[in-house]
């Protein structure tokens, strides 16, 4: 998801303590519950340095436990400095090293159940094993987990702002029980997207595509409307991608699909796919669809994951490019962000 959102979910997490935080409780765990996102950087040195790293580098359990330890540390030689400076009194909970790495490992944990949420998967075990997962609940900027976030971070201030224009002031943390019943309606809301991305994929798999049985569905979700889903269908020589609308009155129409033909058996298809770079991608992509043509003295082989709209831009929709000569040999191979115009 996008930082904005993990940043909110943090504090919300941070609000929502069963005891008091140490001095920089919270800031650390908004730190740690929005550093792993660094690996985005990763974007600059091109789409296969993002394949590579993005949701990979800094998502992953091990990698997210030692970031959560840097974290800890950090803030930990930052209290050691302040130690004799005019701050304000120190929290109920003492600032070691076990309460901060408790502390931040909360945020990179949030950070990371949300992300596996989304459709664009992760790989929770990097570097010791190369495996996607995801679990296609929402989107990656999600509109209603925004607002419930908002919604139970703003109206206790603005609540505290009343009671403090008629005098009736509380003493005591501020804003828990709505960040505990902000915690509990997000545990419902995605519970009721994980069953209508069951609905949408039984749906899917239930129907036929132009005299086509599905062979394999994926149902990915809108980033607004919970009730709307795109759907893509792999059958035994196209992959198909239509509408899912989920609504009281929604008719489903497979017949309205758009249908991408798979390309045929080819030497120039059975290299292609050989290579490091379509190897890599495989790994990635849920449903890989790819294209061979001429090309110059050659071949030209493209493979896109088509879970991924045309009209896509986003960093995570990635190309490989493979281009052969008349002899079917390599002659260049290179990841492509989809939205790129290079020809």
Excluded at 77 to 96: E, Q, V, Y
Excluded at 167 to 187: D, E, N, S
Excluded at 267 to 274: G, N, R, V, Y
Aim: overall charge neutral.
């Amino acid at each position: 998801m996008d930082p904005v959102t993990h940043a909110l979910a943090s504090l919300t997490l941070a609000r929502a303590r069963p005891a008091p935080l140490p001095r920089f409780g919270t800031t650390m765990m908004v730190v740690a519950g929005v550093a792993p996102d660094l690996d985005y950087a990763s974007y600059f040195g091109g789409a296969g340095a993002f394949l590579r790293y993005h949701r990979t580098l800094l998502h992953s359990i091990p990698a997210a436990t030692l970031l959560s330890c840097t974290v800890a540390g950090a803030f930990l030689l930052l209290a050691n400095k302040k130690k004799d400076a005019k701050d304000p009194p120190a929290a109920a909970i003492p600032l070691t090293f076990a309460t901060a790495f408790t502390a931040c490992a909360v945020g990179a944990a949030g950070h990371i159940l949300l992300d596996l949420a989304s459709g664009e998967g992760m790989q929770l075990l990097w570097p010791f094993r190369v495996h996607w997962t995801a679990g296609g609940l929402v989107a990656n900027f999600d509109l209603w987990v925004l607002v419930l976030l908002l919604a139970g971070l703003l109206i206790p201030q603005l609540f505290r702002l009343v009671g403090d224009e008629i005098g009736a002031r509380k003493k005591g943390a501020q804003g828990t029980g709505a960040a505990i019943f902000t915690l509990l309606l997000l545990a419902l809301y995605f519970g009721s997207r994980a069953d209508l991305h069951s609905r949408a994929t039984g749906l899917l798999l239930s129907s036929e595509y132009h005299g086509r049985e599905p062979l394999a569905a994926g149902a990915f979700p809108s980033s607004v409307n919970p009730l709307d889903w795109r759907g893509v269908v792999a059958t035994d020589n196209t992959v198909e991608d239509v509408d899912v609308p989920l609504g009281p009155r929604a008719d489903f129409q497979p017949e309205a699909s758009l249908t991408r033909y798979k390309p045929q058996e080819s030497p120039a298809l059975d290299a292609a796919q050989k290579t490091s770079a379509a190897q890599a991608f495989l790994n990635y992509a849920e449903f890989p669809l790819a294209s061979v043509s001429r090309h110059e003295d050659g071949y030209r082989f493209d493979l896109r994951d088509a879970r991924f709209p045309d009209s896509d831009a986003s960093p995570a929709n990635i190309v490989v490019r493979v281009d052969l000569n008349g002899g079917y040999q390599v002659t260049r191979q290179q990841f492509r962000y989809a939205s790129s115009s290079n020809p």
